[in-house]
Each structure stands twice: as C-alpha cells, then as structure tokens.
C-alpha cells in the first residue's frame, strides 16, 4: 500500500509540473508586467498558516505566520518588531505538503473570488487561516472560527489536506516562544562586542570578566570562555575601548537578566569552562583582539 501512495504522489508532481508550466503561460497573460516579475523573483508558490489563540501570541504556534515556499523554506513571522526566522525543511518532511499543492493547484481557483462553503466542526480556541500564494495569485484555502470550517476549495478534502500538512509542518519548527525576547536581548548584548574589539597592536588586547571589567596583564585570574550564560562571554577586547563602552555594556546585560530570568543560565550547559590569564597573552590578529592560537582549542 505504501509503495501504492509513493508511486501515485510521484506521479502527481510530474502532472501538476506540467500543469502548472500551462496554467503559468494562461496567468502571465493576463498579469502586468509588475506582477510578472515579481512572479518571477519569488518562489512559485508559498503557503501559509496564520492563527489566533487568545492573548498568548508568543506561546501560539503560528500566531505571527507560518510560511513555507516551494524552495523547500520556512519563514516565521514578521513578529510585532519585524522579527524573522527562516531555515530549510527536511526533504522528507516536505514531501508530502509538496506533493499536496502539487495536485491542489489545478482544483484551487486563483482567477476570482470562489464562493466560500462552511460545514460544522467540533468546537475549537484556536483559528486557523490558511492562504495559497501561485505565481503572485492568492487565494484563501481555509478558515476556522469557533465551530465553523469553511474553505474556498473545490472540495473540503482539499482544505483539509493542506490545513493539516502545513500546521504539521508548523508544529515541528514553529519554534516558541516567538519572538524569542530572551534570545533577541542577549544577541543585543553579543552584537556590542565588535565595538571594543578592534586592535592596532597586541599591546591594546586584555582579557576580560565575564562582567566586562579588564583583567591585569598577567594576572591569574581565570578567564571564561562559557560561564553557562545564555549571553557568549567577550573574553578580549581593546581594553581602551571596553572602558569607553563600559555603561551601555553594563545597561544590555541588565535588560537581558531582566527579559531572560531564569534563562540567563543555559540548561544544557554541564559546567564553565576557561583558563587562566596568565597562560599567555592575547594577540593582535588582522586588527582584532583574540584568544592566542594556542589557548582556542583546550
């Protein structure tokens, strides 16, 4: 039987490839010029998944868009501040919400509004939207609203089919919570680094605490590459200019510790990690301030 399903879904993508080189030549057609390039600049079709689930928007899958491309890509959100994040969809995980809109793009009507059918459905918190996007053309596929499923498909099989392959696909890398204020805050604090790492001579480089403060040259110290912080340690930098840097440093781990909480520390970490300041002395290397080569790899 499996085999039975592989061989018809593969012969399902070839057909609709087909179909979709015919019915892409009858669209351009009737597109401007506009509408046809950027047609031709985005992927040839997108889905996506949008969904209300109260006021927890940052703990709801899909409450600021789920989109997945036919590059094999997902994008969640733009989030409230713009916020974005993108990565590939395993091949396998793919396959079948491609060989679904592979079929469903000859039955989903992208020339006028269809006229939407609802039927009644158990009663649910959480709303779904589903919108299919071919070559520039978009069309609702679906909706659901407190015990109504309506669609604007030929079929509610249709609807059905690529709700559940696209909110599958969004319950395994819709990643919560997003936006992620957390990560956002410490990646504020990381990206100060390379304001005070830059270097003329060796003689500018110091090692510093994980609270920013220099370290004397040559002193015993010890030096954290990872201190189980959500938030990189710096380790080195121009010491000139951490001191010039000194207040705004101090006010982005501050909010961080603020926004993360308990998630300053990082669960996965089985302990710090380092060494001592005198072992050798930070160098200079292509106008930045690093850990000496010989230290990096402990």
């Given at each position: 039987?499996?085999?039975?399903?592989i061989a018809?879904?593969?012969?399902?993508?070839l057909?609709?490839?087909?179909?979709?080189?015919?019915?892409?030549?009858?669209?351009?057609k009737?597109?401007?010029?506009?509408?046809?390039?950027?047609?031709?600049?985005s992927?040839?079709?997108?889905?996506?998944?949008?969904?209300?689930?109260?006021?927890?928007?940052?703990?709801?899958?899909?409450?600021?868009?789920?989109?997945?491309?036919?590059?094999?890509q997902?994008?969640?959100?733009?989030?409230?501040?713009?916020?974005?994040?993108?990565?590939?969809?395993?091949?396998?995980?793919?396959?079948?919400?491609?060989?679904?809109?592979?079929?469903?793009?000859?039955?989903?009507h992208?020339?006028?509004?269809?006229?939407?059918?609802?039927?009644?459905?158990?009663?649910?918190?959480?709303e779904?939207?589903?919108?299919?996007?071919?070559?520039?053309?978009?069309?609702?596929?679906?909706?659901?609203?407190?015990?109504?499923?309506?669609?604007?498909?030929?079929?509610?099989?249709?609807?059905?089919?690529?709700?559940?392959?696209?909110?599958?696909?969004?319950?395994?890398?819709?990643s919560?919570?997003?936006?992620?204020?957390?990560?956002e805050?410490a990646?504020?604090?990381?990206?100060?680094?390379?304001?005070?790492?830059?270097?003329?001579?060796?003689?500018?480089?110091?090692?510093?605490?994980?609270s920013f403060?220099?370290?004397?040259?040559?002193?015993?110290?010890?030096?954290?590459?990872?201190?189980?912080?959500?938030?990189?340690?710096?380790?080195?930098?121009?010491a000139?200019?951490?001191?010039?840097?000194?207040?705004?440093?101090?006010?982005?781990?501050d909010?961080?510790?603020?926004?993360?909480?308990?998630r300053?520390?990082?669960?996965?970490?089985?302990?710090?990690?380092?060494f001592?300041?005198?072992?050798?002395?930070?160098?200079?290397?292509?106008?930045?301030?690093?850990?000496?080569?010989?230290?990096r790899?402990?």
């Amino acid at each position: 039987m499996k085999r039975y399903y592989i061989a018809v879904a593969a012969l399902s993508v070839l057909v609709a490839a087909s179909g979709c080189t015919k019915n892409a030549d009858s669209l351009s057609k009737k597109q401007s010029p506009a509408q046809q390039d950027a047609a031709q600049d985005s992927p040839a079709w997108k889905i996506n998944l949008s969904a209300k689930c109260g006021d927890a928007a940052d703990e709801c899958i899909a409450a600021w868009g789920f989109t997945v491309s036919a590059d094999g890509q997902y994008q969640m959100g733009p989030g409230p501040e713009g916020q974005i994040k993108s990565g590939p969809i395993a091949a396998e995980d793919f396959l079948e919400l491609s060989t679904l809109i592979a079929q469903s793009l000859e039955v989903v009507h992208f020339e006028a509004e269809r006229t939407e059918s609802c039927s009644e459905t158990n009663p649910t918190e959480i709303e779904d939207t589903v919108l299919l996007t071919h070559l520039g053309r978009q069309q609702t596929v679906m909706h659901t609203t407190g015990s109504s499923y309506c669609f604007q498909t030929t079929t509610i099989e249709t609807a059905e089919a690529l709700h559940n392959a696209i909110r599958k696909l969004a319950e395994q890398y819709y990643s919560l919570p997003f936006p992620d204020r957390c990560t956002e805050a410490a990646s504020a604090v990381e990206n100060l680094y390379s304001s005070f790492q830059g270097c003329s001579t060796e003689a500018d480089c110091a090692y510093l605490t994980n609270s920013f403060e220099v370290i004397p040259s040559g002193s015993p110290e010890f030096v954290m590459t990872d201190d189980c912080s959500i938030v990189r340690p710096a380790v080195v930098g121009n010491a000139t200019a951490v001191f010039a840097n000194q207040s705004q440093l101090a006010a982005a781990i501050d909010t961080a510790r603020s926004v993360c909480g308990i998630r300053m520390v990082r669960p996965d970490c089985t302990g710090v990690s380092g060494f001592q300041a005198s072992s050798a002395a930070p160098v200079c290397e292509q106008n930045v301030c690093r850990i000496p080569p010989s230290l990096r790899f402990q």
